[in-house]
């Protein structure tokens, strides 16, 4: 690196450490509102995104246009595109963020102490929250609203694409906040630094409080590595659904149909299939006709295989799978497939690949349903349903920050809650320590 | 680094790799156990410290001698010390955390779906715990005895001076282990490769669930930088006690000089004395004679120099602070004292200054009382008691790990709660996502 990239790094690095404080400063101010003008606040961002959804949705459009130009894929675009339509939907999901239940102030656990202290810990907002995400801008007006809801300022770095989008709309944001009497750096962008901006947000330790980092592989994988700052690892989904020999075969086959094929693209979609061997031979021809007609391509291990051979089932959907797919996420119409002896095995098959966010039994056998569902190692369980509920939304949290695949702080969708800590208050009277 | 040494390097941490792999096999065995017989173990635990006090404290008799004639400090050689009493002490502390309430398996969020699905949140050991410490030889005990609780596998790095001490302590836990028909590798020391063996605990991702500093400033500050692995931030305290010109005086002194002087090379010591205009001019003075006869230097802003010049105070106890000062933590009979015009002005020294650990406002004054504890930003708000009560044991968890200054995920002592984290369990009936 040149010195003066250097000194160009470092000055990005020292003004998003600025916007971080000028943040901090604002969330005071958030902070210090009780919940009912909080959720005034979101009401009037939401009635904002409606106001000026035509604005809005003309800048997207240009963005939508540029990245067509650059050859962006159809179904990244899909994701880019914030329409009208859209637009109307992410409104109501920051009305109904405003409605959820106020995450601060509960006290979460509270006692006297033998000393006739009064102990209370209470919930209150993290500070200053930053995350860096891929080109959604939808993503921005969840995360704002969700923020704002439990009394943080946001920091945001979206995807290069949606560039002018997202400072639409945080100059919207900005314009609600100063309306409501709080200062607009509250919430900021530091898109224009580009990567030295994300760069800045994994390091300015001291500044933010926390990092979510939301996308592939590589982007968290430089986040864990490279991050000073507390970050929560999200997203990776090697998604298993174990078939018990107890399992309700009628019931099943609808549940992992929709696991994987419901939407194809994203964390909570199923990738593996573990089928226990006594009923293999009967099950896996139902299951994987079910999987082929929905074009979904099987990666067998050898006794799968064997078992498939001479249904009539479509040969160029049945694959020998290698030793690297049981730790593939494919994110894609193709589903790993194998034979097991016993739940002990799937058990620890599990354990070994799973990126640890969710994975399903299949079982009428209550024995085998607590045996799997305390000894898997992962955010979610899911008994006789389908993968795909593990979402903020459907767990009744409004809308989601992410699903942390990691154990400290959040494990699961993230929401509200989640964006709290806690602080003790200890009420004396003179108490000194003996 | 020469390559012989990259190697040896890699070596040790494919070794710690192991052994936290290892140690994550045996935690399976401990996390199927039930609550009784976590208990059980650690009982036995205790029994064994006492049966074994005799070698245990002749073992680190040698490690005391060693220390003594490489010139460590009396005040260190005090705390790597475990005679019998303090074995007796432990092995107290052991059966105390036995009696304490089981954290896993509480149900902390449920409810049903809309879609008739049944969620349960529910409490469940984090995996593998790692903790790098100084030489005290009783934190191993503490650690151990929280861990098993938790149903979490332990990989310890205490101190060099306290090497011969840890491994007779390792070596007990893992007779108690065997015995109790769980693998010994579920407690395991690192120690034998030094340094390396520390940085390899920083860097074991997916091994390891969750590192703990704790020790100086420069440990915490290395791990915080190179750790891939999560970690948690302990034990900097730069305390701050606020007398708001309500005070009750004759309260408020017992108060200051507890928290000054109880013990003075601890965390949760107060550095610094932050006093309201209105009342310095009487207060000061009464402090300050209370202090020096306690033998505290006193580092004084101007005008609390001022206002102590000619009171008859030892001068060599009154020094002018620095600006560095307000950031220092003494660990020391030294005390910051800045006289400031405002509760506002107070919270803001605090919250640039303070290190969010433990801050008391001393006060009679209501609305400053809420005011202070909203507005400071710290792990721990005393008001009107010492802020020598931020403990573990004061706060009723029995043993603690640590007291933590970051947000994520603990804040604050770390009893048995922080050593868990969660798992989302849904019940359904053949649910799919429409």
């Given at each position: 690196m040149s010195e003066s990239e250097n000194s160009d790094r470092q000055d990005v690095f020292d003004r998003v450490c600025a916007m971080a404080d000028a943040a901090a400063a604002a969330q005071a101010g958030l902070a210090g509102m009780n919940g009912q003008a909080r959720n005034a606040l979101l009401l009037a961002l939401a009635d904002a995104l409606i106001d000026q959804a035509d604005q809005i949705a003309a800048v997207n459009e240009q963005d939508c246009t540029q990245a067509f130009e650059e050859g962006m894929s159809a179904g990244l675009i899909d994701r880019l595109r914030l329409d009208k339509v859209r637009i109307a939907d992410a409104a109501r999901g920051v009305r109904m963020v405003a409605g959820l239940?106020?995450?601060?102030?509960?006290?979460?656990r509270g006692h006297d102490m033998p000393n006739g202290m009064r102990l209370n810990q209470v919930r209150v907002p993290l500070g200053v929250v930053a995350m860096i995400y891929e080109a959604r801008p939808n993503v921005t007006i969840d995360v704002v609203a969700l923020c704002l809801k439990s009394g943080n300022a946001a920091l945001l770095r979206g995807g290069h694409a949606a560039q002018r989008t997202n400072r639409a709309l945080v100059e919207l944001i900005g314009g609600v906040l100063s309306e409501q009497g709080?200062?607009?750096?509250?919430v900021a962008s530091?898109?224009?630094?580009g990567r030295d901006g994300a760069q800045a947000l994994m390091k300015a330790r001291g500044h933010i409080d926390l990092l979510v980092p939301r996308g592939g592989r590589g982007l968290i994988r430089s986040v864990i590595e490279q991050a000073t700052v507390p970050t929560i690892e999200t997203g990776a989904g090697n998604v298993h659904i174990y078939v018990d020999r107890s399992v309700d075969m009628d019931q099943a086959i609808p549940i992992i149909i929709n696991a994987k094929t419901?939407?194809?693209?994203?964390?909570?979609?199923?990738e593996k299939l573990i089928v226990h061997r006594d009923v293999a031979a009967e099950f896996l021809p139902r299951v994987a006709q079910a999987l082929t007609q929905a074009q979904v391509e099987l990666r067998l291990d050898a006794v799968s295989m064997d078992i498939l051979a001479?249904?009539?089932?479509?040969?160029?959907?049945l694959v020998r799978a290698e030793e690297a797919d049981w730790d593939?996420?494919?994110?894609?119409?193709k589903m790993g497939v194998r034979v097991v002896d016993s739940l002990d095995q799937a058990i620890e098959h599990i354990n070994r690949h799973?990126?640890?966010h969710t994975e399903a039994i299949l079982a009428r056998d209550y024995e085998a349903v607590e045996e799997f569902s305390r000894r898997v190692d992962s955010a979610v369980i899911m008994v006789n349903a389908s993968?795909?509920?593990?979402d903020g939304g459907m767990f009744g949290m409004?809308?989601?920050?992410g699903i942390s695949t990691?154990?400290?702080?959040?494990?699961g969708p993230m929401g509200l809650q989640e964006l709290t800590t806690t602080k003790w208050i200890g009420y004396g009277r003179g108490q000194v320590r003996p």
């Open positions: 239940t106020d995450p601060l102030g509960e006290v979460v709080l200062d607009p750096a509250l530091v898109d224009r630094y419901q939407r194809v693209g994203v964390c909570n979609a199923a001479g249904h009539g089932l479509p040969e160029e959907l593939r996420e494919y994110l894609d119409l799973s990126t640890g993968t795909r509920f593990t409004g809308a989601e920050l990691q154990k400290l702080h959040a494990r």
